[in-house]
């Protein structure tokens, strides 16, 4: 019923231009018959046969430009006519937007699987060919990984890079740059140096965490709190130590505030003002409060770390090992010379504000979805404390031991399937023609990575809805689910990555090991209900913390 209503609403637009041309050349029919044909002042009298010859041309001439119309907008608005994928009506101007599940866009995604096959094209309101089955995907960021490695340009992120349509930084930078950049960022995260950098940071933090923890329970068995203002500070502060080199103290309002503008940012670009601008940049013109903050938010952000920037080439030292990611990066620079234009400041600006915007809210919101579930599932909470006390005892934890906790490991991925943080995947952008299981897919085609339709599938996953971390246990194993891609798949994978799981798995051990999370006396439980937005945010809860008997 409802696809029914939605069709005949998309073509009473064409419907009503249509009589509008009808009746137009009804008028000109009767023009013909009481006063002939006119034309630069003079008057033709065709006579009789004239007149049913011109009559049936014009007729003619005007249901072809109705049928047209109808034909092009039906086109335009389903794409079930020419090259793209096909897939669920659309409504003019909105497109999709107004069908899908803002809360739960999966299980929207999952309805149009069912209908179309796990590649059919969307659009909101722009057509977006959504890939929505792990072997699809697996073919076309993995197999055929290069054809999909562009990035959609648009008005609200070109206006950072002086316009350049190939972007810039990490998320959304494209072609030679983007290459370039990969194969430093690689070289960073991932070696060895690399990851030795980030567990010294992560370790610090937590153990930070802790004191301010035991400092505000004091003498108490016990306090109250909000566990968002305690992980937003731990998490904040390793990506501020491994991007610049220093972090805020537990407390300090520079943070509170360097978090709000960021906060801001982000919640303006997922805005409806914002996104409709960029699908219609023309509207930029109008005074819209939310495209102004979000310009002006955005030059603050790429300003202060222009500034970083200045301040660690002042003490730029190019001996020993890089301490930060700005240094490296500036050594990077200094080694390149004058051979690679590629490496530039701003693109270094860029490149850290993306790795605090990606790296901050994620991270934040997967543990505080994971304490929710827990306060849901005791049991779970329980059985992570027996494993940590057992691998770790009074020792801090380090991710060297991951392996020997499976149940914790399973509990983080269990988090971050159920969460879903992210539901709406960053877009690719292909760059040369391809084809994904039979359906061509032009060069510039937009895609939307849809893993949230893998993560609720219930013959990958029974009982999708249920949080059980035991479906990445056997035989007391942790067991990795292919289906499972929280961090993406393929060349565009996050590259933070591997930070993101050593602050999972040693800020929940450190928490767990020194701390038992209860819900709040007087009260129900954390709610479960998802948000609407690019990322997936429990809502706000208190939750009681105390302490264990054994602690480090």
């Known amino acids: 019923m409802k696809q029914k209503v939605l069709t005949v ?23 013909f018959n009481s006063n002939g044909f006119q034309m630069f002042g003079l008057k033709f009298d065709f006579g009789v046969y004239g007149y049913i010859i011109m009559t049936s041309f014009v007729c003619t001439f005007y249901a072809l430009g ?34 899908i599940d803002t809360r739960h866009p999966a299980r929207t995604m999952s309805k149009w699987k069912a209908e179309f096959g796990s590649v059919f094209t969307v659009r909101l309101p722009q057509p977006m060919i959504v890939l929505a089955d792990h ?30 349509q190939n972007g810039d930084g990490i998320i959304l930078c494209q072609g030679e740059r983007w290459e370039q950049l990969r194969e430093f960022s690689h070289k960073m995260f991932r070696s060895a140096m690399g990851e030795k950098l980030m567990e010294s940071k992560v370790l610090v933090q937590t153990q930070n965490m802790i004191e301010y923890m035991d400092g505000l329970i004091g003498d108490h068995d016990h306090i109250t709190v909000d566990m968002e203002l305690i992980i937003s500070q731990v998490v904040g502060n390793i990506i501020q130590d491994f991007v610049l080199g220093h ?18 940012i982000l919640a303006d670009v997922a805005s409806k003002p914002v996104q409709l601008v960029n699908a219609y940049p023309i509207l930029a013109k109008l005074p819209i409060p939310a495209i102004k903050r979000y310009r002006e938010n955005g030059f603050r952000l790429q300003r202060y770390f222009l500034d970083a920037i200045e301040t660690h080439k002042k003490t730029l030292n190019l001996d020993g090992e890089s301490v930060d990611f700005i240094e490296s990066y500036l050594r990077e620079m200094v080694t390149t010379k004058k051979g690679n234009a590629h490496f530039n400041e701003l693109s270094l600006a ?56 499976p149940y914790v490991e399973a509990t983080i ?9 992210l539901p709406w995947a960053i ?46 246990i056997q035989d007391g194993c942790y067991v990795k689910k292919a289906e499972l891609n929280p961090f993406g798949m393929g060349k565009r994978s996050c590259l ?50 105390r302490k264990r008997v054994h602690k480090v």
Not at 78 to 86: E, K, N, S, V
Request: hydrophobic fraction near 40%.
């Open 9 to 31: 609403l998309m073509l009473a637009i064409p419907s009503f231009l249509a009589f509008g041309i009808l009746s137009r050349a009804a008028k000109t029919v009767q023009s």
């Open 66 to 99: 109705t049928l047209w119309i109808i034909y092009k907008c039906y086109k335009f608005y389903t794409g079930c006519f020419g090259d793209l994928p096909p897939g669920p009506f659309a409504l003019p101007l909105l497109g999709n937007t107004l069908q």
């Open 135 to 164: 072997s699809v995907l697996k073919e076309a960021l993995i197999t055929k990984g290069q054809s999909f490695t562009g990035r959609p340009t648009g008005y609200v992120w070109s206006m950072f890079t002086h316009n350049d």
């Open 247 to 264: 972090y805020f103290a537990i407390g300090d309002r520079r943070f509170f505030e360097f978090k709000s503008l960021i906060d801001q």
């Open 350 to 405: 860029l490149a850290a504000g993306d790795l605090w915007t990606g790296g901050m809210e994620t991270t934040v919101t997967t543990l505080r979805w994971a304490i929710v579930y827990m306060l849901h599932n005791p049991h779970v909470q329980e059985r992570c404390y027996q494993e940590v006390e057992k691998v770790f005892g009074s020792e801090v934890p380090t991710y060297s031991a991951h392996k020997q906790a």
């Open 413 to 421: 991925s269990e988090t971050l399937r159920l969460a879903n943080v």
């Open 427 to 472: 877009p690719h952008r292909t760059t040369t023609d391809v084809k994904i299981q039979n359906h061509f897919i032009p060069a510039g085609s937009v895609i939307l990575p849809q893993y949230g339709t893998l993560q609720f599938d219930p013959t990958v996953f029974p009982e999708p809805e249920k949080f059980n971390p035991d479906r990445f």
């Open 496 to 545: 933070g990555e591997k930070l993101a799981r050593y602050e999972l798995f040693l800020i929940l051990t450190t928490l767990l090991q020194n701390y038992e999370f209860i819900k709040e006396e007087g009260k129900g439980l954390p709610s479960c209900d998802r948000s609407e937005g690019m990322t997936n945010v429990p809502k706000h809860y208190n939750v009681i913390v």
